[in-house]
């Protein structure tokens, strides 16, 4: 079984700054690209940013120049480290991977969302 889980969410004042962690583990065969997308009440889910196997990263334009993201891939971990955080960047923060499993079975998997709150 394979799952993903996120830490690192809470209450930040504006400008202030906070990192998300996230553990892929299980039965993993591989890793392929890896992200985070946040969600507020009543609206879709979006993309905050992506990262390759190889480090190749993409940002959503209203994050860019403030959220960074990077991995770990010998921990199978991915990070987003979040600066200059606005109200609007309040949402519930989920992890996504693209991962072969064991059994070469390649699937998109979600963490359980942590939550973020920025104060105005």
């Known amino acids: 079984q394979v799952q993903l889980v996120e830490s690192g969410g809470g209450l930040v004042q504006a400008g202030g700054s906070l990192r998300l962690s996230c553990t892929a583990s299980?039965?993993?065969?591989?890793?392929?690209?890896m992200g985070w997308y946040r969600q507020t009440p009543g609206k879709q889910r979006e993309l905050v940013a992506t990262?390759?196997?190889?480090?190749?990263?993409n940002y959503a334009d209203s994050v860019k120049g403030r959220f960074t993201i990077s991995r770990d891939n010998a921990k199978n971990m991915v990070y987003l480290q979040m600066n200059s955080l606005k109200p609007e960047d309040t949402a519930v923060y989920y992890c996504?991977?693209?991962?072969?499993?064991?059994?070469?079975?390649?699937?998109?998997?979600w963490g359980q969302g942590t939550q973020v709150t920025v104060s105005s």
């Open positions: 299980g039965s993993i065969f591989s890793i392929n690209a």
């Open positions: 990262i390759t196997s190889g480090g190749g990263t």
């Open positions: 996504n991977a693209h991962m072969v499993s064991s059994m070469r079975s390649l699937n998109n998997y």
